[in-house]
């Protein structure tokens, strides 16, 4: 039985539940694998800590949360000291080099990776980051197809804002093809 | 033809189910947890000549679902714990006047406005009691999308069976929660139309004179009869009486239409039980904790069982005590200071074998929370 668990946190209007949702409703739709997707939140709209738990498997899911992440992947500061020491040991960590200046080391891979900075410089849209970042996760972890992302985005995207979620998705993939594991 | 898979929220899969049972109104007042529900509805009502009304209150939603069930339709609202908190005088008017309807409560953390954003199960005793005086009521849940699928058609079609308000039990975690779920094909559970009388336009109508199965037909209000309604105790053409006969006679006939059916009503799921030595009672989001530990206790080669209760009222206390009858322990895991758990113990013989198995700071019960208290039970400390 394989069963990845991931936390994607940052904040309230991020997109991490979307993105976290997408990767999920990915793994069900294109790859026939079983998930469920749950998210924690605040009453409010925007900021506050926003997380969402996903959990992949070929067998039945019965408790939806995460407690300890294979993959934990952090868009703000906050998040990331809310969380890091939460992650499973061996397992990885996403962090967004803009919001997140790393500080103890948690016994994970560790990838510190220009996110939100690319997405900036090469489409000029901060929308898109949550997109940027499933690229790179695919890269980094092989848990779904990067075109079965594609065709999860062609089905949820507006076409007029496709090739500018396409060309984020292609960027993350390419950061994190290009990663490196951050030293000790 | 392979059956389409949708990876959607709880909140989503009832609204899916409650179009599939043919529900064709619905009003509400959106609030969290429940407004996918609303939102939901929104969307999709207009599309098959269905009617959404967004009301000034969840009173007003209450009320508006239970005057369109009158006139012929299938309808619902949603809310959640403070919502349903003004709904309960409606409530007791349809239990009253015998008319159909659902309503979804997604609950969250109470009392009063609690915690909107988190999950509990506080909401219990308030479907079975809230409203004043004695009467029966029909109140299911599910634990997962595919279940609460099939309850929701349910709920439909037991509000139509017994004439009587319906009351489902989601809460946040199931509702706003992601899983696959595979449609239904039309007609793979059965949906239950509602019985209308036969007699002719121009003929007396008797609105409450139930038949020999105690069964009253319905007549679409507006249309070939007039007869009146009332929350009042009435007779058998829906008039106010005091006469001490006729009471004695409705408030039986509102309990019994329901107590005397509680073996029709009960819906269960059972893992483990046949040589379980420690029981645990569960239901909605909490069973996925509580089912979590059973299947990762069992492989360890625990003598642990898992009852799923989705029928909350009427109790099934029946089922209960015979499922139970061997066990050692019995713990009742929900999340609440201890609802059903009263319900058990009223249930079993040697109630001292029950145990609360609970979590109320808003977050959602653990596999771990439920194990340490297990251990605490057994004596073997956490």
Redesign the interface.
């Known amino acids: 039985m394989s069963r990845h668990r991931l936390i994607f946190a940052g904040a309230g209007g991020q997109g991490v539940i979307t993105a976290a949702i997408i990767l999920a409703e990915t793994a069900v739709h294109f790859e026939g694998q079983n998930a469920v997707q749950s998210q924690s939140y605040g009453a409010a709209a925007r900021g506050g800590i926003s997380r969402s738990d996903v959990i992949l498997s070929d067998a039945p899911i019965h408790f939806p949360k995460v407690t300890q992440p294979n993959t934990l992947i952090c868009l703000t500061q906050e998040a990331y000291n809310s969380f890091n020491t939460i992650i499973r040991p061996g397992g990885l960590l996403i962090a967004d080099t803009h919001h997140v200046t790393l500080q103890t080391r948690a016994e994970a891979r560790i990838f510190h990776l220009p996110l939100y900075d690319t997405v900036v410089q090469e489409i000029g849209n901060p929308v898109v980051f949550n997109i940027c970042l499933l690229g790179a996760l695919q890269a980094l972890t092989g848990l779904v197809r990067l075109d079965s992302l594609q065709q999860t985005l062609a089905q949820r995207v507006p076409s007029r804002y496709l090739e500018m979620n396409e060309k984020a998705l292609q960027l993350g993939a390419q950061l994190g093809e290009q990663a490196e594991v951050q030293k000790p | 033809m392979r059956q389409r ?1 949708e ?1 959607i929220q709880g909140n989503e899969t009832c609204v899916r189910a409650a179009l599939y049972a043919g529900l064709d109104f619905f009003a509400g007042y959106p609030i ?1 947890p429940s407004s996918e529900i609303t939102e939901h509805m929104a969307a999709h009502l207009p599309r098959i000549g269905g009617s959404f009304l967004q009301m000034e209150d969840e009173i007003s939603s209450l009320c508006s679902i239970i005057g369109a069930s009158l006139t012929g339709h299938k309808v619902m609202t949603a809310t959640s714990g403070p919502g349903f908190s003004l709904m309960q005088e409606a409530l007791g008017f349809a239990v009253m006047t015998e008319i159909p309807c659902v309503i979804a409560d997604v609950q969250r953390g109470g009392p009063s406005t609690g915690l ?3 999950g509990s199960q506080g909401d219990v005793y308030q479907a079975r009691w809230g409203t004043q005086g004695d009467h029966a009521i029909i109140s299911l849940t599910a634990s997962n999308h595919q279940d609460l699928f099939a309850m929701t058609v349910e709920a439909f079609n037991m509000a139509e069976t017994f004439r009587t308000p319906v009351v489902l039990l989601l809460d946040e ?1 199931t509702g ?5 779920l595979t449609l239904p094909r039309e007609g793979e559970i059965p949906v239950i139309e509602r019985l209308r009388t036969s007699v002719p336009e121009g003929v007396d109508y008797h609105p409450y004179l139930p038949r020999e199965d105690g069964r009253l037909p319905m007549s679409d209000f507006g249309g070939k009869h007039r007869y009146n309604v009332t929350g009042l105790y009435h007779d058998m053409w829906g008039f106010p009486t005091t006469d001490p006969k006729v009471i004695h006679g409705l408030i039986h006939h509102l309990m019994d239409k329901i107590e005397n059916h509680a073996h029709e009503i009960t819906r269960y799921r059972e893992y483990y039980l046949d040589d379980a030595h420690t029981v645990l009672i569960s239901y909605g989001c909490s069973a ?2 509580a ?2 530990v059973v ?1 990762s206790r069992r492989r360890r080669g625990e003598k642990l069982g898992l009852l799923e209760i989705q029928s909350l009222w009427p109790f099934p206390a029946e089922l209960v005590r015979a499922k139970c009858e061997h066990a050692h322990y019995i713990l009742v895991v929900e999340m609440n200071m201890g609802q059903v758990v009263h319900e058990v113990k009223k249930a079993v013989q040697d109630p001292e074998r029950v145990y609360l198995a609970n979590r109320v700071d808003g977050e ?1 019960i ?3 929370d439920v194990r340490n208290i297990m251990r605490l039970v057994h004596g073997r400390g956490v």
């Open positions: 898979t990876f969290t909107p954003t988190h975690i706003h929660m992601r899983e696959p996925r904790t089912l979590h299947t959602f653990t596999p771990t």
